[in-house]
């Protein structure tokens, strides 16, 4: 079992083990590619492969290859050093998990101390080999996982490994793996902070440009082992500006690249990133190594990752459309990848997802830039962040900052200025995309910020109607069959703002039990009810049809369309049966609401599809499983609400006899659906929801498995 190594977190993404430049080449294993995603290149064998020449006893030549690498400082076509791969050739066998195998490759390291005493790397390769054999012993697994034995061999050998490495350094002519080997010595042996910094600070005053050190540094800053949130961010953009004048930032975007490893799709959601640096970084990093096909996609991948298409569109998919699997996971990204960069959205576009009405997201904790992007996504922007932004060393881009926020029921521009303001920056609109940037940049921007009172004229009256709606009191009724034309009045007269129907049926009639909840909600259930979107306009709100611009009824398309509409109002009332809809605790008369409504519509839905779609649907594992499910949620919504309550641990109030018996027989039904349709009997007779059904006699039929499977 090889060590976590700095060298060794893209393995899953990269080229392993050795490069083929300057005459090296190792043997490449590369990781297979998914289907129809292209696979990096490997390089061709070459007589010099270290573990050859060391199975060969030829000490002499990997001396001579060693310090060849390391004066020349031969790189790959990644721009990677190759001597730190010289190394990890040779810290562990071929055969990890043999015993015999770790036995034999130290015999022969140490064959080749003993005949170039000497001979510093030689010291490097064998620390290294020592601190692979200790992390053998340890195993890969949790610190609870790991044997005493285990632990008891892990530390004997790290000690040993860093007595050889320490030895090595007080040679005459030390080399760069000694100082490598010796980091990852530090991380199993738990050094305090101080102690690691000062070895990384020896290595880097030996040589600044060996990019292994500032890798291993950063692993040990991560918070998974010895860091705080945001400190290898920090770390990494401080070493990146420390090496600006000859470099760039590409040694910052190098970095990232590599502790990407750790994170995957999670890399900007999980960290303190700052995108414009990153940006900076890998456009200096294209001028240092211009073909790199790793480092394309990488760089249009983050792009696309933080919603910035004008900065996709300039770099671009990779040359050759050789897009790497390790890089964009699933197979159809590359696809959507270019269909998002030929989108050609209009202000107006923009400024109607703004409008949007209700937006619900919580990021965090993650950095602002993190925030935004998730937001992009979520409502569909294109977002862009200001070159202006990375200005500056360490910390200094305010788009890097932590953020914690979580957005219920307000607007999506709302939230956008809300978070915008978190860094002291604002926001506007042109080409299409949402430009974020400081204040005193903003007028340079064409549209202002349609939400920010110091950019737009109309932002006050936006800000009271939101507040309106905030601030107003919980609706008093419910309305059983009424048509909207008739429920839209008194929800104006509520609310105080108005209301406009965009493309609905203001005779349709429905079923809302909405006492008590916020104005916010009613607007948003009200809304999927009638099938329609709630947007913010000046000066009150529109419900625009979802269908309105669909396309033609009675085609495939058009009935997808209502399929996915009733799937998210079923999605819903699961929210809200968990508590994770209004933040207020589990709503189980909303989601018995949303469930008595959603149902029905979904079944219509599908009955409306074409015969081959509809089986399709009908026979869907997984959808068979949403709709178990959602019958039986909608069973226990309707118990609870039997007995007067509107969530399990609420109080009771008082029913009349009818409307509880009503609510225990539309219970009932809906528990005999799920029963038959394969719920579980078993966890329905211990769930507590249903104990207001129990003195029923029909309960008896349920206990004895009666209309289920």
């Keep these: 079992m090889r060590p976590p190594l700095g060298i060794r977190m893209l393995t899953r993404l990269r080229l392993p083990l050795l490069a083929a430049v300057c005459a090296l080449a190792g043997v490449v294993a590369l990781t297979p590619p998914r289907p129809g995603l292209a696979a990096p290149p490997a390089d061709a064998d070459d007589a010099q492969d270290p573990a050859a020449l060391l199975a060969a006893g030829k000490f002499a030549e990997l001396d001579q290859l060693a310090d060849r690498l390391w004066q020349t400082k031969a790189k790959d076509d990644e721009g990677e050093w190759v001597l730190p791969r010289f190394y990890d050739a040779l810290n562990a066998p071929a055969d990890e998990g ?199 996609n990488f760089h249009a991948w983050c792009a696309w990752v933080m919603q910035d298409r004008a900065s996709a569109a300039r770099i671009g998919p990779p040359p050759g459309g050789r897009y790497y699997g390790a890089v964009w996971g699933d197979e159809s990204a590359p696809a959507a990848f270019e269909a998002w960069l030929k989108r050609a959205d209009t202000d107006a576009d923009v400024r109607a997802r703004l409008d949007a009405f209700p937006c619900r997201l919580a990021p965090g904790p993650t950095s602002l830039g993190a925030a935004l992007a998730a937001l992009g996504r979520a409502a569909d922007l294109t977002l862009v962040l200001d070159a202006a932004l990375r200005r500056g060393a360490g910390a200094s881009d305010p788009t890097a900052r932590p953020i914690d926020r979580k957005f219920e029921n307000v607007p999506v521009g709302w939230a956008l200025d809300e978070l915008v303001r978190e860094g002291g920056l604002a926001y506007g609109i042109a080409g299409g995309s949402v430009y974020v940037t400081t204040p005193e940049r903003l007028p340079a921007i064409p549209q202002g910020n349609p939400w920010c009172a110091t950019s737009a004229a109309d932002s006050t009256s936006k800000r009271d109607l939101v507040a309106k709606l905030e601030q107003a009191k919980p609706f008093r009724r419910d309305f059983s069959r009424t048509p909207v034309a008739q429920v839209l009045p008194l929800v104006k007269e509520a609310c105080g703002v108005d209301l406009t129907l965009d493309g609905g049926d203001p005779a349709r009639e429905i079923d809302l039990c909405v006492a008590g909840r916020p104005l916010p909600d009613l607007l948003s259930l009200l809304a999927f009810q009638m099938g329609a979107e709630p947007e913010l306009r000046e000066g009150g709100v529109l419900l625009r049809a979802l269908k309105a611009d669909a396309p033609a009824a009675g085609t495939v398309e058009n009935e997808t369309v209502a399929v996915r509409a009733w799937l998210r109002m079923i999605e819903r009332a699961e929210a809200a049966i968990q508590g994770k809809l209004v933040g207020t605790g589990k709503e189980y008369a909303l989601s018995a609401d949303l469930f008595a409504t959603g149902l029905p519509g979904l079944d219509a839905a599908v009955a409306a599809l074409p015969e081959k779609q509809r089986k399709a649907f009908r026979r869907d594992p997984g959808m068979l499983a949403v709709i178990r499910l959602a019958y039986y949620d909608l069973a226990c919504s309707l118990a609870v609400c039997s007995a007067g309550k509107r969530s399990p641990k609420g109080a009771a109030q008082e029913l009349p006899e009818a409307e509880s018996t009503a609510l225990r027989d539309r219970a009932f039904d809906a528990l005999f659906t799920a029963l038959e349709q394969g719920w579980s009997l078993q966890h329905t007779l211990k769930d507590h929801d249903l104990d207001p059904l129990h003195a029923d006699p029909r309960w008896n039929e349920v206990v004895a498995g009666g209309r289920g499977k």
């Design 98 to 296: 043999s015993a015999e195998a770790w036995e034999a490759h130290l015999k022969r390291i140490e064959g080749w101390i003993a005949d170039a005493p000497g001979s510093a790397t030689a010291r490097a390769v064998h620390g290294a080999a020592l601190t692979g054999y200790a992390w053998d012993a340890r195993g890969g697994g949790w610190a609870g996982s790991v044997t005493a034995e285990g632990w008891k061999l892990f530390h004997e050998r790290l000690h040993a490994a860093r007595e050889v490495l320490e030895i090595g350094l007080k040679l005459p002519n030390p080399v760069p793996g000694l100082y490598s080997a010796l980091l990852t010595v530090g991380m199993g042996q738990s050094w305090k902070p101080d102690a690691h910094d000062r070895i990384f600070r020896a290595a880097v005053a030996f040589e600044p440009t060996d990019w292994d050190f500032y890798y291993r540094r950063a692993q040990y800053l991560h918070k998974r082992w010895f860091g705080a949130y945001g400190e290898w961010e920090q770390f990494a953009l401080a070493s990146g500006e420390s090496l600006r004048a000859t470099h760039g930032l590409a040694l910052y975007a190098m970095i990232v690249k590599q502790m990407s490893g750790l994170h995957g799709d999670r890399l900007f959601a999980d960290n303190a990133l700052s995108w414009p640096h990153l940006d900076e970084g890998f456009r200096d990093l294209k001028k240092l190594v211009p073909g790199s096909l790793w480092n394309a």
